[in-house]
């Protein structure tokens, strides 16, 4: 059934209401067809990639228009930039890999193991599923999907509720594309999310929240289902006294507020040496003027992704104002109706407000002035590890402080986000910013058992080591333990 979608049957799950029940089914369909070809070949694992290529260049514009219709306006661009090339890049990477990653590695064996010979088999999980959220719901849902498939799994996808349009067009053009035993979408609210990752999948992978992450992590764990979490967290910008502005400030403006700043690995707060903060603060608004002009009218920027998301972005910035902040208005006013949330700059919070506390998730940047580098290191150090970190500057022993006194999920040098588009990069968190990691060959691996496989030798001589003990075998156990 792989070079086409398999006819539906009366056994399929279209139909069933109970989400529970209705993933149990797909859940079960996939792993019965897994078993009966445990380890896919080449051929037909390219052929999944394949289609998958296929799929996303036909259903482009249909993907792009309801990711708009979501967020209220996303640009096409946007969505081509961060979701459709993103996703072909990866793809194009594991077809012209596949074949690499596939290859049974042979293992050296130490003398005391010869003449035998070892070599190590990477086979797929089985069932993999994969829980995607709203900022980049095709991305951050079809990326690992290729290495699931890659791999040589089936898979389950989950959309966030919040993307309702975008849900729908997935799900039909995934039924169009494959079979219900290869790729299926389940969609729904919390209720099917809480089912889902409840399931006994053979690997789950989850994108989004702290918080929600930490529910995923319990509920699979009731299965010893492992997990690859992705979860975000606050991504420091270090700008070294050595710092271009002029260089540096429009490559950051560019990371913050692509998305309108709804982006896990957006900058999320800037680190300034002390007395640079009003130079910054002025380069940061002439360059939004020069990205975004005329906001909030412009076209180009995202919307917030519902009401409640703009009324935190709002209350945000409120408590820091209450609490002597300074909050600086990058642009225009905001545009509720809309919800065009207009960019600020938030200088001396509180750590205990929300802004230094939350992962912002939108258009605000906290500015944190700092006397000396060990100072910045340690600011960030005192904090849950970040899925990444920016570093500007160029002084290259400072960048090797920096790399070697603090721990992130990745790292891009005088720029953001961009280690995010590349596939030979693992892309992961690191503590309270997930675990485990994807994005070619990581992803591979992430989705693959490795296999250990030792064949022993007809001139084998370990029966020497045999009961009865006698004579023969302390003496070669004497031997081991001084050669060994």
């Not at 260089?247 to 990371?255: C, D, E, F, S, Y």
């Not at 509180?350 to 230094?356: C, I, Q, S």
């Not at 045999?466 to 023969?472: S, W």
Request: proline share 7%; aromatic share 6%.
């Amino acid at each position: 059934m792989d070079g086409q979608v398999a006819a539906r049957t009366d056994e399929t799950a279209v139909g069933i209401a109970d989400p529970a029940a209705r993933i149990s089914v797909l859940l079960a369909a996939q792993k019965a067809a897994w078993s009966t070809d445990v380890t896919p070949s080449h051929a037909v694992r390219d052929g999944r990639l394949d289609r998958l290529d296929r799929m996303v260049v036909a259903w482009e514009a249909r993907f792009a228009a309801a990711i708009s219709e979501d967020f209220g306006n996303r640009p096409a661009v946007v969505t081509t930039l961060t979701d459709i090339v993103p996703v072909r890049a990866a793809i194009r990477h594991a077809r012209r890999e596949l074949k690499r990653w596939m290859r049974p590695r042979r293992v050296s064996l130490a003398w005391t193991g010869k003449p035998a010979s070892a070599q190590i088999l990477r086979q797929p999980l089985g069932v993999v599923g994969i829980v995607a959220p709203w900022n980049y719901p095709l991305n951050l849902m079809l990326s690992p999907l290729v290495g699931a498939l890659a791999a040589g799994n089936r898979a389950l996808l989950k959309p966030s509720e919040l993307t309702p349009a975008f849900s729908e067009v997935l799900a039909k053009a995934v039924a169009e594309t494959f079979a219900e035993d290869e790729v299926a979408v389940v969609t729904g609210g919390p209720e099917v999310a809480t089912a889902f990752t409840a399931a006994p999948f053979d690997h789950l992978i989850f994108t989004g929240s702290t918080a929600v992450g930490r529910k995923v992590a319990e509920a699979a764990a009731r299965n010893l289902t492992p997990v690859t979490l992705e979860l975000g967290g606050k991504s420091p910008v270090i700008l070294d006294p050595s710092v271009d502005l002029d260089k540096a400030v429009p490559r950051l403006v560019w990371g913050k507020l692509l998305n309108s700043g709804q982006t896990c690995v957006a900058p999320d707060y800037a680190l300034v040496p002390r007395g640079r903060v009003p130079d910054f603060l002025a380069a940061v608004k002439a360059e939004v003027a020069e990205q975004y002009p005329g906001l909030p009218g412009n076209a180009d920027y995202t919307t917030i992704i519902s009401p409640r998301h703009f009324d935190r972005l709002v209350r945000l910035v409120e408590e820091a104002r209450e609490r002597d902040a300074e909050v600086v208005e990058l642009a225009g006013p905001h545009d509720p109706e809309r919800r065009v949330f207009s960019p600020v700059a938030v200088v001396g919070a509180p750590d205990d407000t929300g802004v230094m506390a939350e992962e912002i998730f939108g258009p605000i940047l906290p500015v944190v002035p700092y006397d000396t580098l060990d100072e910045a290191i340690a600011y960030i150090n005192l904090r849950d590890r970040p899925l990444a970190l920016y570093w500007f500057g160029s002084d290259k022993a400072a960048e090797a402080r920096v790399l070697s006194g603090t721990i992130a999920g990745g790292v891009t040098i005088n720029d953001t986000i961009l280690h995010l588009a590349q596939d030979d990069l693992p892309f992961g968190g690191v503590g309270a910013s997930g675990y485990g990691a994807y994005h070619g060959e990581a992803g591979f691996l992430a989705l693959s058992k490795e296999k250990p496989v030792l064949r022993q030798s007809v001139l084998s001589g370990v029966s020497l080591l045999y009961p009865p003990y006698g004579r023969l075998a302390t003496w070669m156990l004497k031997l081991l333990g001084r050669l060994g």
